[in-house]
């Protein structure tokens, strides 16, 4: 079992950058792929970005491609998400998420283990 804990969310102007956390308990970390998701009020909870257990393949939602980077750091359980030029409409909570099959997909029902969420919010 993974536990996930989120950090590093705040408020920012447009055109800032921030960098999330999510730091994971456990001894098995690297053996999962891991997910950043966002939800906005009103609305689902989607994709933002991917990476394979290894860091060697990394996946972007299409409106977050060229601004955010994800990356992890096995040896200290840790899955980053740098997000860069910040728009009004990146304003959401943040989860990370772990999926232990094989494979980075952008369903919320493959991901086995959640975070509590940070919230970003960016103003114009």
């Known amino acids: 079992q993974v536990q996930l804990e989120e950090s590093g969310g705040g408020l920012v102007q447009a055109g800032e950058s921030l960098r999330l956390s999510c730091a994971a308990s456990g001894r098995t970390f690297s053996s999962y792929n891991m997910g950043w998701f966002r939800q906005a009020p009103g609305k689902e909870r989607e994709f933002v970005a991917g990476i394979n257990w290894s860091g060697g393949a990394t996946y972007y939602a299409d409106s977050v491609k060229g601004r955010f980077t994800i990356s992890r750091d096995n040896a200290k359980n840790t899955v980053y998400l740098r997000m860069n030029s910040l728009k009004p409409e990146d304003t959401a909570v943040y989860y990370c998420?772990?999926?232990?099959?094989?494979?980075?997909?952008?369903?919320?029902?493959?991901?086995?283990?959640w975070g509590q969420g940070t919230q970003v919010t960016v103003s114009s």
């Open positions: 998420a772990a999926r232990h099959l094989a494979g980075v997909v952008t369903s919320t029902a493959a991901y086995d283990y």
